[in-house]
């Protein structure tokens, strides 16, 4: 089992930054691919980021590129997402979840774990 805390959600304004965390316990993500999802009011959840478990291969949602990095910190068990120039539709609920040694992906199913969510509101 592995539990997953998301952090460092808040208000920001328009193209200003956040850096969410996610900590992890239970078993040491250095095996795990981590994604970064989130949800905006009324839509679908859908994939922002991925960090694969080995050889940090990373892959992003074209809504993201350029503006937003993931990374990992194996000897603190956390994955970060950091996020610039940040827009009003960024505006969502940002999940972190973990995939057994899995495959780079977008694919929600994959995940095996999630975390609560910490919410990201940006203001215009």
């Known amino acids: 089992q592995v539990q997953l805390v998301e952090s460092g959600g808040g208000l920001v304004q328009t193209g200003g930054s956040l850096r969410l965390s996610c900590a992890a316990s239970?078993?040491?993500?250095?095996?795990?691919?981590m994604g970064w999802f989130r949800r905006a009011p009324g839509k679908e959840r859908e994939f922002v980021a991925a960090i694969r478990w080995s050889a940090g291969y990373t892959v992003y949602a074209d809504s993201g590129k350029g503006r937003f990095t993931i990374s990992r910190d194996n000897a603190k068990n956390t994955v970060y997402l950091q996020m610039n120039s940040l827009k009003p539709e960024d505006t969502a609920v940002y999940y972190c979840?973990?995939?057994?040694?899995?495959?780079?992906?977008?694919?929600?199913?994959?995940?095996?774990?999630w975390g609560q969510g910490t919410q990201v509101t940006v203001s215009s």
């Open positions: 239970g078993r040491t993500v250095s095996s795990y691919t």
């Open positions: 979840a973990a995939n057994y040694l899995g495959a780079l992906g977008a694919i929600m199913a994959e995940y095996d774990y």
